[in-house]
């Protein structure tokens, strides 16, 4: 999403929208719309800047993105 670059989609994170906040999809099952994205902060910050989760999401945000950037970066710490 952030980078445009295809890879498998077990690679990539599934993120939906709740209640206007972004929420880090772990099992793939929760209900609604989702967008994937590289758990990695580069590409976060890349989809944030293209406005990318505004035309996944199809609103005008602004969403909350507490949730997401916190697992994020929690797992980009985690990863060696």
């Known amino acids: 999403m952030?980078?445009?670059e295809c890879t498998d989609k077990s690679d990539?994170?599934?993120v939906v929208l709740e209640r206007g906040s972004l929420i880090p999809d772990l099992r793939g099952r929760l209900p609604g719309r989702g967008a994937y994205l590289h758990p990695v902060p580069a590409c976060l910050e890349q989809a944030v800047r293209r406005r990318a989760f505004n035309r996944a999401f199809r609103g005008p945000g602004?969403?909350?993105l507490a949730e997401l950037r916190?697992?994020?970066e929690r797992t980009a710490q985690a990863t060696p």
């Open 70 to 72: 916190e697992h994020v």
């Open 2 to 4: 952030g980078c445009r």
């Open 62 to 64: 602004p969403f909350d």
């Open 12 to 14: 990539l994170l599934r």
